[in-house]
């Protein structure tokens, strides 16, 4: 008999399997075989199956260097997780759009909020997930960062930990901010960059790790969707992971009160934000274009796959597939520029002025300062002074909609 997991991975790699041949690794001329890590959001409702939602394949992020030429067109990160997420949320926001567009029609997964649940500060948002609704995400690969430091010391040919700076500085650049990628293997349980080659463009985007264990306590909504969504139901119930991409070690250091998030056990704060530590559970099925499934000679894929309900994408360096990298026509469904307008679109339709004016503002960064957003920030800002501790901000939020 299948268990609930692995009923999960099935809906994750039966949905991608679904996809179009050109969504998926290739072999390329010299007869190597490119792999992708894979990540997918389910929602399950109790005696129903699981359905995957989102999913997205991806390895990549932007360059610190063009972070600010990215003027919220160009993705800054496109890891499997991060897409699927933001995938997950550009499906939230379709399903509110078809709320506000038709007040009587009826939505599986999002509901609008009673009178008595809203209030002007704190429980503004209109809508609220279900609360018969449980959320899964399934990873091809152990999230990039603390997460997986022990099973990237073991595929080293010496896995003796690297020497460590004399005095790690903060500075603007990326190997100067005192964030390590894969290296330095004896500092665990710290915040780290995303891994690259040696050679490669330093990125100041934080590890996958570094990201799921922040959505324990903001939920799984961005900023501008948590405007129109409570973010009380939107938290990680399980994260599932190929047992051959499990170190408990590592998992518990990374994402639970025995390790780093240790003095955020039993947190709440206002907005109906808390921490909610996810369960992390295991499948013996592995994805068949993992590093471990593709037979012979290896290579990373440079395609990122989303899909979500109404939305098919194949991106590359961070835009749509065939444009160029920092022109507006490239600009994914996903990206943040797109999300502002789309969220500003359903609060159009639902006419509340608070939220009206929060969309209004100039630049995207004072979006995301707004009063409205304060809970969301004090979060933030809490998590990162008591557990993530290091965690350096990757900029480039100072576009406006219509830059």
């Not at 948002?125 to 959320?135: A, G, H, I, Y």
């Not at 796959?305 to 109404?310: F, I, K, L, P």
């Not at 503002?361 to 809490?382: A, F």
Request: proline share 5%; hydrophobic share 35%.
């Amino acid at each position: 008999m299948e268990t609930l997991e692995e009923d999960v991975v099935d809906a994750v790699i039966k949905t991608f399997d679904g996809l179009p041949l050109n969504f998926k690794p290739r072999i390329r001329n010299e007869g190597k075989q490119e792999w992708v890590p894979l990540s997918g959001i389910v929602i399950l409702k109790g005696g129903t199956e699981p359905i995957c939602v989102s999913l997205a394949t991806g390895m990549k992020c932007l360059a610190s260097f063009d972070v600010p030429l990215a003027k919220g067109i160009v993705l800054h990160d496109w890891h499997a997780e991060v897409l699927a997420l933001r995938a997950f949320n550009y499906f939230l926001i379709r399903e509110c759009h078809d709320l506000a567009k038709s007040p009587g029609s009826f939505s599986p997964v999002v509901r609008r909020r009673e009178e008595q649940e809203n209030s002007e500060q704190a429980n503004f948002q209109p809508f609220t997930l279900r609360e018969d609704l449980k959320l899964y995400m399934y990873c091809s690969e152990a999230p990039c960062g603390d997460a997986s430091m022990e099973l990237t010391m073991e595929a080293q040919e010496d896995a003796t930990p690297w020497p460590e700076p004399a005095r790690p500085t903060i500075e603007k650049t990326p190997e100067e901010t005192g964030l390590h990628g894969r290296g330095y293997f004896s500092q665990l349980g710290i915040v780290r960059r995303k891994p690259s080659r040696s050679d490669a463009l330093k990125s100041l985007s934080k590890s996958c790790s570094d990201k799921l264990a922040l959505k324990q306590c903001t939920s799984l909504l961005s900023s501008p969707v948590s405007l129109l969504i409570s973010p009380e139901n939107v938290y990680l119930h399980s994260l599932i992971l190929p047992s051959t991409q499990y170190c408990e070690t590592a998992c518990k250091r990374a994402f639970s009160t025995e390790g780093r998030m240790n003095a955020l056990q039993g947190k709440t704060w206002k907005g109906s934000y808390a921490f909610r530590p996810f369960d992390i559970k295991t499948t013996d099925r592995e994805f068949a274009f993992s590093k471990r499934s593709t037979a012979g000679v290896r290579t990373p894929s440079n395609l990122s796959a989303v899909y979500t309900w109404g939305l098919q994408e194949r991106l590359i360096n961070g835009v749509l597939q065939g444009r160029k990298q920092f022109h507006p026509q490239g600009a994914s469904s996903l990206c943040k520029k797109s999300t502002w307008k789309a969220v500003a679109e359903v609060v159009g339709l639902l006419g509340i002025p608070s939220l009206k004016r929060t969309l209004s503002n100039s630049k995207y960064e004072d979006l995301k300062r707004d009063k409205l957003l304060r809970d969301r920030t004090k979060v933030k800002e809490e998590v990162r002074s008591d557990a993530l501790k290091g965690w350096i901000t990757n900029g480039g939020e100072k576009f406006t909609l219509s830059s």
